[in-house]
């Protein structure tokens, strides 16, 4: 029941994030790494080790949703270095 709670609250908190992310700013870079790398190892963690199917789902999601986040750091971190 924690696992899910916890993974429900990360996929939140990864939301609000993404939402409030903008390509051009590194504003709160630090932020943005820390959610996202926590939320992925989380995912990871709960997807190789014995859990119910319910978390196994919400673990994919979750790593989805964590994929999207550091793709998007990824990408404002090439901008700001390569393009400006």
Known sequence: ???NILLIIL?????ILINR?????????????IAASFT?????LYIITRVS???LY?????L???SYHIY??????YHNVYVK
Not at 11 to 15: A, D, P, R, T
Not at 72 to 77: G, P, V
């Open 72 to 77: 998007q750091i990824i990408m404002t971190i």
């Open 21 to 33: 992310f903008q390509y051009a700013s590194i504003d709160m870079l630090s932020l943005h790494i």
């Open 64 to 66: 989805c949703i964590a």
């Open 58 to 62: 919400l673990s994919f999601v979750t």
């Open 53 to 55: 199917k319910v978390t």
């Open 1 to 3: 029941m924690f696992k």
């Open 40 to 44: 992925a190892i989380i995912s990871i």
């Open 11 to 15: 996929i939140l908190l990864n939301g």
